[in-house]
């Protein structure tokens, strides 16, 4: 039963996270430009005709501002982790067949040396030194995630090394290509997965932190962190305006956690 229960959370935050990317890919459709201003109808409570979550101090239609931001935030959040992704996984299956072991402790000082720097402390810098805006961030936390994807894939690709099929594979004369594309990759994308998700979980937040800071997404683009940052001055007046953007952040990081958990538990299981 606990089993059928897990499907069913699952397949409810997988149907959340797509519901909330289609809302957001066609948010132009779904709702008004979120640039538009109406100085007649500043702080509007939510439930109010026309808008359904009210307007901020600039009278912008809420709804339409969180949908549009919705965008930065898997933009950043998916796109950081599929690069990391990438980098990480052909990296560490890389450092793993390396026989002279030389690549491999160049590889593991270098992943040591990026895991040396906080997350938050690393995108601020990349932020400063170069422009802020969301391709920045995107970039600084695939570049810091990468490590994390590089260890995850190098400790699996070892395991798989050391199995009987894949020392058979070797003696019969495949190329390493092959074998790593057979023996290797299949045992390591599982694990990059699982940890990829619970990677964008976590940019969602950097991603709204470091806008709320100013220095993630600019305005006049629409982001849930720009939003917070709006808000913090009306919180007496209209805590909703910070309440709907902080809970949509919240429930999007939940649902990738959740698939991050859900994954792993079925692959042990599978395993």
């Avoid at 690393?122 to 994807?149: D, E, H, K, N, W």
Wanted: hydrophobic share 50%; aromatic share 8%; net charge positive.
């Amino acid at each position: 039963m606990r089993a059928a229960e897990r499907r069913i959370s699952a397949f409810f935050a997988l149907a959340t996270l797509f519901l909330i990317g289609l809302a957001s890919m066609l948010a132009d459709i779904l709702v008004q430009d979120p640039l538009t201003q109406n100085l007649g109808a500043i702080l509007v409570p939510p439930l109010s005709t026309g808008h359904l979550l009210g307007t901020d101090h600039l009278g912008r239609d809420v709804l339409s501002r969180l949908l549009h931001g919705g965008r930065s935030s898997l933009f950043v959040s998916i796109g950081s982790a599929g690069i990391a992704a990438v980098i990480g996984t052909m990296l560490g299956m890389v450092s793993a067949v390396d026989r002279r072991g030389r690549l491999d402790r160049v590889l593991q000082i270098g992943n040591d040396a990026i895991l040396a720097f906080p997350t938050i402390l690393l995108a601020i810098t990349v932020a400063i030194v170069f422009a802020p805006g969301r391709y920045q961030v995107m970039l600084t936390l695939a570049v810091v995630f990468s490590p994390v994807l590089y260890r995850v894939s190098r400790v699996e690709a070892r395991r798989v090394i050391q199995r009987e099929y894949y020392q058979v594979s070797r003696m019969i004369g495949t190329n390493r290509f092959t074998r790593t594309v057979l023996h290797l990759l299949p045992n390591v994308l599982p694990q990059v997965l699982v940890q990829g998700a619970s990677l964008a979980a976590i940019a969602i937040g950097t991603e709204a932190a470091l806008s709320f800071l100013g220095l993630g997404t600019q305005p006049p683009h629409p982001s849930w962190g720009l939003m917070l940052n709006d808000a913090r001055r009306y919180l007496v007046q209209a805590p909703s305006l910070s309440l709907f953007p902080g809970l949509a952040a919240a429930l999007l990081a939940f649902c990738f956690q959740y698939m991050s958990d859900y994954l792993a538990e079925k692959f042990h299981a599978v395993e």
